[in-house]
């Protein structure tokens, strides 16, 4: 499925997103003030890297691409002093998830490739981050559920392959008026000097009454171009990408993109980022720390409009009393203002007072 191009593509973009997301742990606080937990041990494995060999971003793109292509992906996790400190990869195409018929309890076994070996491991020891699924044990592979549409994509190409590889010269007939001692060695002949893409536009000489007809179905007459249009839009349907994000902008406007890509964020990027963050809080927190901390993925990049919208919602946002300078200055990566200087200090319109005071100047 990968060696479709709109397949590849819709898999990398997800991938690539989700993977380039700064993923934090918090540290809940009083009246909602959450700080980063820099001091825990599953900060560093979730935010810098999860093991010795991968980074967070390709920890997070691997698994991702397992959850795009496989619906299921997984990974070993490793304890000290019962803390999470590694996260290691496992291959989905190597493990079995399976509920144990005498304990009532799942169970997961990987077939290492690697070591030839077999292991049995608990739901405590790995992270399990599933698709769509209709049992709650093991999620849907979305390339599986939409073969068909994924076959014809494919078909499409290879007969694109095809008639470009041959010239793009459709199949015909060499006809003779004579008899042929050795036909085989004439269609030989012909294909060695007339067929593929460096012999495309040589002038074909025919002897002896010889005559060429074509019976091929020129690839406009088969809508060729359509299908493969089609078939673009109908696997970013499966994974509700936008289509102007794998370069189909037939249908993108400028007024349009801007929004097109907001709701790529709220619609397609959310799930998936609510999987994560649930998953990372069930399977790497103890019940103590679940009522202590949170993983939160920050998409506030991904939802930044033009200049323009941007500075008009960070005035209302001052002007109204939300924001203050060092709240937008850390919004757009720009150095704060000294607290002295009021970089921290909250205005409030002038102009506005609460009902209250205005009810008790009338009784008065």
């Given at each position: 499925a990968?060696?479709?191009?709109?397949?590849?593509?819709?898999?990398?973009i997800l991938a690539e997103t989700?993977?380039?997301?700064?993923l934090?742990?918090?540290?809940?606080?009083?009246?909602g003030?959450n700080?980063?937990a820099?001091?825990?041990p599953?900060y560093?494995c979730?935010?810098?890297?999860?093991n010795?060999?991968?980074t967070?971003?390709e920890?997070?793109?691997t698994?991702?691409?397992?959850?795009?292509?496989?619906?299921?992906?997984y990974?070993r996790?490793?304890?000290?002093?019962?803390?999470?400190?590694e996260?290691?990869?496992?291959?989905?195409?190597?493990m079995?998830?399976?509920?144990?018929?005498?304990?009532?309890?799942?169970?997961y076994?990987y077939s290492d490739d690697i070591?030839?070996?077999t292991?049995v491991?608990?739901p405590?020891?790995?992270?399990h981050?599933?698709?769509l699924?209709?049992?709650g044990?093991k999620?849907?592979?979305p390339?599986a559920?939409?073969?068909?549409?994924?076959?014809l994509?494919?078909?499409a190409?290879?007969?694109?392959s095809?008639?470009?590889?041959?010239?793009?010269?459709?199949?015909?007939v060499?006809?003779h008026?004579?008899i042929l001692?050795n036909p085989?060695k004439?269609?030989?002949?012909?294909?060695q000097?007339y067929q593929?893409?460096k012999?495309s536009?040589k002038?074909?000489?025919?002897?002896?009454?010889?005559?060429?007809?074509?019976?091929?179905?020129?690839?406009e007459?088969?809508?060729f171009?359509e299908?493969r249009k089609?078939?673009?839009?109908?696997i970013?349907?499966?994974f509700?990408?936008?289509?102007h994000?794998?370069?189909d902008?037939?249908?993108?406007?400028?007024s349009?993109?801007?929004?097109?890509?907001?709701?790529?964020v709220?619609?397609?990027i959310?799930p998936w980022l609510?999987r994560w963050?649930?998953?990372?809080?069930?399977?790497?927190?103890?019940?103590e720390?679940?009522?202590?901390?949170?993983?939160?993925f920050?998409?506030?990049?991904?939802?930044?409009?033009d200049?323009k919208?941007r500075m008009?919602?960070?005035?209302i946002g001052?002007?109204n009393?939300?924001l203050?300078s060092?709240?937008?200055r850390?919004?757009?990566?720009?150095?704060?203002?000294d607290?002295?200087?009021?970089?921290?200090?909250?205005?409030?319109?002038g102009n506005m007072?609460?009902?209250?005071?205005?009810e008790?100047?009338?009784?008065?």
């Amino acid at each position: 499925a990968m060696q479709t191009s709109a397949v590849y593509a819709c898999v990398k973009i997800l991938a690539e997103t989700i993977a380039s997301l700064p993923l934090h742990l918090f540290k809940k606080g009083k009246s909602g003030h959450n700080e980063l937990a820099e001091e825990h041990p599953l900060y560093t494995c979730l935010y810098e890297s999860p093991n010795e060999e991968m980074t967070s971003f390709e920890f997070r793109e691997t698994m991702m691409t397992s959850l795009l292509l496989w619906g299921n992906a997984y990974a070993r996790i490793i304890r000290r002093q019962g803390h999470v400190t590694e996260l290691w990869y496992l291959k989905p195409n190597y493990m079995t998830v399976e509920r144990d018929s005498q304990t009532g309890k799942i169970k997961y076994t990987y077939s290492d490739d690697i070591t030839n070996k077999t292991y049995v491991y608990k739901p405590s020891q790995i992270l399990h981050i599933k698709g769509l699924s209709i049992d709650g044990v093991k999620g849907l592979s979305p390339i599986a559920q939409a073969r068909e549409a994924v076959g014809l994509s494919l078909a499409a190409e290879e007969y694109g392959s095809k008639f470009f590889g041959n010239g793009a010269r459709p199949g015909g007939v060499l006809e003779h008026p004579g008899i042929l001692k050795n036909p085989e060695k004439l269609r030989e002949s012909w294909n060695q000097v007339y067929q593929g893409t460096k012999n495309s536009h040589k002038i074909a000489v025919l002897e002896e009454g010889m005559k060429y007809h074509s019976i091929g179905i020129a690839p406009e007459d088969a809508q060729f171009l359509e299908t493969r249009k089609y078939q673009v839009n109908e696997i970013c349907r499966i994974f509700r990408i936008p289509p102007h994000l794998v370069a189909d902008l037939e249908r993108a406007t400028f007024s349009n993109i801007e929004h097109q890509s907001i709701e790529f964020v709220q619609y397609t990027i959310r799930p998936w980022l609510v999987r994560w963050e649930q998953e990372i809080t069930k399977s790497l927190l103890s019940d103590e720390e679940k009522t202590l901390y949170f993983a939160r993925f920050n998409v506030d990049g991904l939802l930044r409009g033009d200049y323009k919208s941007r500075m008009e919602g960070y005035a209302i946002g001052r002007q109204n009393g939300w924001l203050s300078s060092n709240d937008i200055r850390r919004l757009e990566d720009m150095p704060l203002i000294d607290k002295e200087k009021g970089g921290d200090d909250y205005l409030v319109n002038g102009n506005m007072i609460p009902i209250k005071k205005e009810e008790d100047k009338n009784e008065e």
